[in-house]
C-alpha cells in the first residue's frame, strides 16, 4: 500500500553530515508515523530516530542523540534525517519505515512498509 524510497547517502568524512530523505507514495502520508533505522555490517538492524504524524513528538537512539535530526513534510511526503557530526560507527544502510499509525513507535515489528535503503559510509 505504501512504497518508501531513500536517498543522500553517500561517503563522507568523520565529522561531517549527510541528509537523508524517504519519498513515499502509494497513500496518503500525513497520518503515518515515520522512523529511521539502520543496519550496519554485521549487525542487526537497529532503531535510529522516529516521528510523529504531526512532526511535533520525535524520539531518538541514544547513540546519535545530539547528533541526527529527524524531520518530515507531509506536504512533500517526505521525511527526513539530518545527519551531523558523523562517526564512523555511524557506517550503515539506513533504512525509512513507515507504521500505519499516527503514534510514534520505536520497535521494529511495528512498522508496516519499508524501503530499500541507502547507505552511508563514514571515514576516518
Known amino acids: 500500500q505504501v512504497q518508501l524510497v531513500e536517498s543522500g547517502g553517500g561517503l563522507v568524512q568523520a565529522g561531517g553530515s549527510l541528509r537523508l530523505s524517504c519519498a513515499a507514495s502509494?497513500?496518503?502520508?500525513?497520518?503515518?508515523?515515520m522512523a529511521w533505522f539502520r543496519r550496519a555490517p554485521g549487525k542487526e538492524r537497529e532503531f535510529v530516530a522516529a516521528?510523529?504524524?504531526?512532526?511535533?513528538?520525535?524520539t531518538y537512539a541514544d547513540s546519535v542523540k545530539g547528533r541526527f535530526t529527524i524531520s518530515r513534510d507531509n506536504a512533500k511526503s517526505t521525511v527526513y534525517l539530518q545527519t551531523d557530526n558523523l562517526k564512523p560507527e555511524d557506517t550503515a544502510v539506513y533504512y525509512c519505515?513507515?507504521?500505519?499509525?499516527?503514534?510514534?513507535?520505536?520497535?521494529?515489528?511495528?512498522?508496516?512498509?519499508w524501503g530499500q535503503g541507502t547507505q552511508v559510509t563514514v571515514s576516518s
Open positions: 519505515a513507515s507504521r500505519d499509525n499516527a503514534g510514534i513507535a520505536t520497535m521494529i515489528g511495528r512498522y508496516d512498509y
Open positions: 502509494g497513500r496518503t502520508f500525513s497520518r503515518y508515523s
Open positions: 516521528i510523529n504524524w504531526s512532526g511535533s513528538d520525535r
